[in-house]
């Protein structure tokens, strides 16, 4: 039997009974599979790779060994709330690179949209390469690699973080728990195995991060104030009850500055936009109407508490004909 098919008769995991006997299935399978060696995984802090980890470290302990590359693109908290629950909680074996310099240097001036994609993934390749060749003993890859990866690319899927390690770095093999599950099912799992619901229920979030969202050449200010506006965004979305009812949201910056006035004075400040859409497939996406209250108080936290930004406005468009992200 493919052991990359999902069988016919495997029942979906909807219930918490049903995932802790996955959990359990699983935990046994690693074991068997890994024995006393150990296992290296990127660890992003989204959903599949949050989860392998937490479910390994679950079967293994030490024996895993997670590196969280902080390419300086991450949304506001994301890199502390891995080191809080990763090691501060679950007492993983992680490695945390803060490679904020590295990556914000390479990009510097870089507006291409692909470009800046190439050169993230790139770095990150070799971030990851050159941690991995520190480290000793290490006989297996494990990935986050879920059904939906392997139904869309045929049975073959380069890890969605790592992009692919030199043909040098052999390993025994990959260790893959939840590569039968679709998202659904892997966002109830890693609930049952006790990760924070802001971590299981991480909205899609791009590999590039915040630098497609930092339109154009990402600059460090401009950068910080993405991530601030980003960050009053989802706390009011959250106050307002709005976090599990809309699919996605996030805001941008672009790279052009627009007329405003203060205390008097005329200045040259950054626009914010606000993207929010509510899809099934992602395929096609509807924009949701917001409340117009929850909207202005949005609006006013970021022109207050955001340096830098004179205007908000609210994207509109559906998709298609505009696409989900801005880059």
């Known amino acids: 039997m493919d052991s990359n098919k999902r069988p016919d008769t495997m029942e979906r995991i909807t219930t918490p009974e049903l995932a802790e006997a996955f959990i359990a299935e699983q935990v046994a399978a690693v074991r068997e599979q890994v024995g006393d060696k150990k296992v290296l995984l990127a660890l992003s802090g989204g959903v599949d790779s949050s989860v392998v980890a937490a479910l390994l470290i679950k079967a293994i ?3 895993l060994v997670c590196v969280h590359v902080n390419h300086g693109l991450m949304r506001k ?5 891995v080191i809080e629950v990763f090691k501060n909680q679950l007492d993983a074996n992680l490695i945390y690179i803060d490679a904020t310099d590295r990556f914000l240097d390479k990009l510097a001036g870089v507006a ?22 520190k480290l000793e ?22 890890h969605h973080n790592v992009g692919g390690l030199p043909e040098d770095m052999q390993f025994e093999g990959l260790v ?7 998202k659904d099912e892997v966002r109830v799992v890693g609930k049952a195995l006790g990760l924070p619901a802001s971590m299981v229920d991480r909205q899609p979030f791009p590999g590039p991060g ?38 996605q949201f996030f805001t941008v910056v672009p790279d052009f500055t627009s007329t405003g006035v203060k205390d008097g004075k005329r200045l040259d400040y950054w626009p914010v ?9 992602a395929m096609a996406c509807t924009v949701p109407e917001i409340d117009w209250a929850v909207l202005q108080k949005i609006t006013n936290r970021i022109l207050s508490e955001v340096d830098g930004v004179c205007r908000v406005c609210y994207d509109m468009s559906p998709k298609p004909i505009a696409t989900i992200e801005w880059e």
């Open 176 to 182: 893959e728990p939840v590569k039968l599950l679709f």
């Open 112 to 133: 291409a949209p692909e470009t800046k994609r190439k050169i993230i993934g790139g770095e990150f390749v070799r971030v990851f390469e050159e941690e991995a060749r």
């Open 273 to 281: 936009i606000i993207r929010a859409v509510n899809t099934v497939d």
């Open 61 to 63: 302990g030490k024996q």
């Open 210 to 247: 915040l630098g497609v969202r930092c339109l154009g050449a990402i600059t460090r200010d401009r950068l910080h104030a993405l991530r601030e506006s980003d960050a009053i965004l989802r706390e009011e979305f959250d106050n307002a009850g709005l976090t599990g009812k809309v699919w």
């Open 77 to 81: 908290g994301e890199s502390e709330q």
């Open 137 to 158: 003993g290490i006989s297996f890859l494990a990935q986050g690699t879920i059904y939906p990866d392997i139904l869309e690319s045929d049975g073959v899927k380069a």
